[in-house]
């Protein structure tokens, strides 16, 4: 099996990009209802991830910012609390799954380090339950 049987290519995600501002992430985050966003520089390569609480820590270190200051904060200037590592696309699964153990969703790159997409530790998490399932019906 390989990680590209779990990938959402980007084309079907929200991306933002490090020039992004707060409050637009914010807005973006909340529509989406997404806690967590990857973020791609203008060249295509993994650049982050921005999550609620990386925003809501700028929020509290940061004296009188209010919704309009934020639009003049770049994401890339925030500190990010975590770090989602990518793997590639012709990675082990194993090694997707080490990954995504720790992290809600795992962002793929291709050989050249642009972004190729996500696999979310939910569609892994079913795959492995239907096998279970499947598995265990044998057994009956």
Excluded at 80 to 91: E, L
């Amino acid at each position: 099996m390989k990680v590209a049987f779990f990938l959402i290519p980007k084309s079907e995600l929200v991306l933002l990009t490090p020039d992004t501002s707060m409050r637009q992430a914010m807005e973006k985050m909340e529509r989406q209802s997404y806690s967590a966003v990857p973020l791609v520089d203008d060249q295509g390569y993994y650049a982050g991830t921005i999550t609620e609480g990386d925003l809501l820590w700028k929020l509290k270190n940061t004296r009188d910012l209010d919704f309009n200051e934020m639009e003049k904060i770049k994401l890339k200037d925030i500190a990010f609390q975590a770090q989602n590592k990518p793997v590639r696309i012709d990675s082990r699964i194993v090694d997707l799954l080490t990954v995504a153990s720790e992290q809600n969703f795992v962002p793929v790159v291709d050989d050249h380090g642009t972004f190729i997409g996500i696999v979310r530790r939910r569609e892994i998490i079913e795959y492995c339950a239907d096998l279970i399932k499947e598995k265990e019906g044998d057994r009956i």
